[in-house]
């Protein structure tokens, strides 16, 4: 009780006081967030020998240097930084689209139409949605050796097409954002189902669509573990592959190396993340997707 | 749940057209999927042997499963190895989870209201996005024995001229933890915020005029009802932490693949030894999913079983408005 009579009579002085303590943790917290990012970049600048002496916090005038040695070095890896990012260009845009329009086709699907499965497809997506990849890994390598697609990039593409928790998001959407009665003007219009899906539906969804397919494509930018089960030529290798590669024996002797190597592969998505945050740290308190 | 028209949709026998829109997403998950995975079940029963470049298959019951379970004389490398992923999960998760609740608390604290609030977010959330496989990375070449953070803290006498990280256990357990710890907390802070918001500021102000303190709302307002939220970053942080990969596969591997965590095999989580055997020893890779399938199970269930139970609870509070939110807010607290 005693505490309780207190509690109103909080002062000026003891608002600012907390307010001093919080934004100084807060602080603290932005800067170690941001910090092993910071040593990174100062390290792709610095001397091997320099590195292994400690820390510094200014840029050195190793930059150049440093580039002509891991462009040197990469050549015995089969594959280039910059053609494994391509690569993973090349898995992650088409497996983003099929992604996001597959989940807006389903939940519509479900949202709008009344069949008799309607309930059991939408509890079988609520279902799945926990399973995790690694759980059926083995299947699927074993179903990609029987179709021949080992070593190629389908396998990597195709199943974008069911992300359960896309389809939930999509359909939590359309539920607050999508008035029947604009389906029903289009089919008086003479409006096919689909058509007015992919005209009418689909425009309305673009902030939906927009959000998911950031993550999505960070995602399966990020993805190392399939990628790894199916990819085996070296020039096919993704840009985590490649990272994964940083870590042979002969990459560790020289720090230098290894620091402006991880700089170039971290950028794309520092780059994309600050110029997108406003838009993902909004999607992830929307329910955003992770894996 | 789907407002009034459908019914006048039905009338119009539109309905079928439900399963031309749901049917990419069957027929793509039933064979990518659900076909894999009974499939999965499959081949744990059978010994894979190779020999010159030959496989020999045959059917051997419930052998893998006693492998790998340690009960046929082998070591018990899934529970040794599911053993590493939960030690470092768990040290990642409890503070990962105290301190989102703090920082959601701040920021949400209508008392003392922090300026910037939104670049507070967007840097916390940072690290989430940067592809684990670099950070794990550029944690090793800074935290290994000779990385530049190492070097520093010794020259400090921080740290003893001979310490490694790399050759203790629970160095490199714990750095483990650290990572993930740090790349997940501004996740979890992000849903805890979205989850206060959506309390009903009335109930604060009920509190406040019962005599509340911070502390005593905290505790008997906001975690009360942030019980789903909590619930949802749970599960999904100890299933999504079961399939732990990119960051140990990366960090303190043998240099001779294998993917073998060191020190001594300490640091091997279950997704590293699936990889590991997947193309010499499918069954028992296979086995090791398989169990780990039959875990997850376990906890979705008792998730699904909990998250029902105060699902019901908010139905009977808010009547016919509660299925709705309940299930918004069981997807991280979104209340759109």
Known sequence: MKEASNAPAITDKAVLRSKIIRAFVLIFLCLLSLLPFYLMFVNSTRASNDIKAGIS?????????NLANFASKQVGLGVTVLQ?????????????????????????????????????AWGFILAVMMVPTQVFAIGFYKFMIQLDLIDTYWPLIIPAITTPAVVFFM?????GSLPLEIIEAARIDGSGEFHTFNTIVIPMMKPAIATQAIFQFVASWNNLFMPSLIINSSNKKTLTMFVQMLTAESFKTDYGIVFVGLAITILPMFLMYFLLSKYIVAGVALGGVKE | ?????????????????????ILPFLIVYLLFSLWPLLSTFYYSFFEYITRNLKTTISWTGLNNYINILGLGGDKAYFLKYLGNTLRIWIFNFIPQVLLALLIAAWLTDS??????????????YMP?????????????????????????????????????????KWGTSLTLSFILFWM?????????????????????????????????????????????VLLYVLITSIIGGLQLYDIPALFNTSTGGGLL?????????????????HSSDTGRAAAVSVLLFIITLIISLVFFRLFRDSDEYKQAKKGRRGKKSALTSGKGGAQA
């Open chain 1, 84 to 120: 494994s990012m391509l690569n993973s260009f090349t898995v992650a845009l088409p497996a983003t689209l099929l992604s996001v329009y597959f989940s807006a086709l389903t939940a519509y699907g479900i949202h709008v139409y009344n069949f008799k499965l309607k309930h059991f």
């Open chain 1, 171 to 175: 359909r939590q959407y359309l539920r």
């Open chain 2, 1 to 21: 749940m789907n407002g009034k028209n459908p019914k006048k949709l039905k009338s119009n026998n539109y309905g079928k057209y439900g399963y031309f829109f």
């Open chain 2, 128 to 168: 989430n996005i940067i592809t684990a496989a670099s950070i794990s990375l550029l944690f090793y070449a800074l935290l290994s024995k000779f990385g530049p953070i190492i070097s520093t803290l010794k020259d400090w006498g921080w740290l003893a001229a001979d310490a490694d990280i790399m050759t203790s």
């Open chain 2, 261 to 277: 965590g060191l020190p001594d095999d300490t640091s091997t989580t279950a997704a590293m030894y699936i990889m590991r055997l």
């Open chain 1, 57 to 65: 916090f200014m840029f050195g005038s190793q930059l150049q240097e």
């Open chain 2, 111 to 124: 008392r003392v209201r922090m300026k910037r609030g939104g670049l507070y977010k967007v840097m916390v």
């Open chain 2, 184 to 228: 997940w907390y501004g996740n979890s802070t992000l849903l805890l915020i979205a989850g206060m918001l959506g309390i009903n500021p009335s109930l604060y102000e009920a509190a406040d005029i019962d005599g509340a303190n911070g502390f005593n709302k905290f505790f008997h307002v906001t975690l009360p009802l942030l019980k789903p």
